[in-house]
C-alpha cells in the first residue's frame, strides 16, 4: 500500500485528471444527452438517478481493470512481484497491499464522481456519506476477485503441464 502511495505521489496527475473527467464526460453525454430524452425516472430526475450509477461504475471498473490491467503488468513485464518476494514479505502481504490500495483508489473515484455529480447540480442525499466505505469495500473485493481468477487460471495451466511463465508466442 505504501509504495503504491508513494508512486501515486509523483505520477498523480494522470490517474486524477481521469478520475475527474470521465465523470464529467458521462454526466454530459448521459446526463443531458441522453437526458433531454428521458426526463424523470419514477419522479426522480434522470441526472440524479443516474449520478449514483456513475459512482458504482467508477467503483467496478476501478477495481476490475486497476486490479487486472496493473496486477498483470507487475507480474510480467516489471517483474514486480518477483523483486517484492525477494524480500521479507509473502505473498498474501502483496496481495493484500494491492488490494488495499486499489480499494482506497475505488473509494477516492467514487467520491470524486460524487462530488462532479454534485458540482452538476444533483441533489445527494446524505447517504452519500457512505460512498467511500463501499467504494474501499467494494474495490478491494472486486481485485481480490480478479487476483483469485488469475490465481486459479495459473493452477489449472499448471495441472495440464503448460509453463505459465514462458512467453508469449
Partial sequence: FWREWRVFRRIWFSPTFGSVVEPIVYLVVF????????????GISYLDFLAPGAA??????????AGAFTGFFRRTADHLYEGLLS???????VITGEAAWTGAR?????GTTLAVAWVFGVKLAWTALWVPVIGLV???MF????YSFVHEGRKALRSRGSNTNAPPG
Fill in 31 to 42: 446526463g443531458y444527452g441522453f437526458g433531454a430524452l428521458v426526463s424523470e425516472v419514477d
Fill in 56 to 65: 458504482a461504475n467508477a467503483v467496478l471498473l476501478t477495481g476490475l481493470f
Fill in 87 to 93: 524480500t521479507p514479505i509473502g505473498i498474501a502481504d
Fill in 106 to 110: 475505488s473509494a477516492a473515484v467514487a
Fill in 138 to 140: 467494494g474495490g478491494f
Fill in 143 to 146: 481485485v481480490m476477485a480478479v
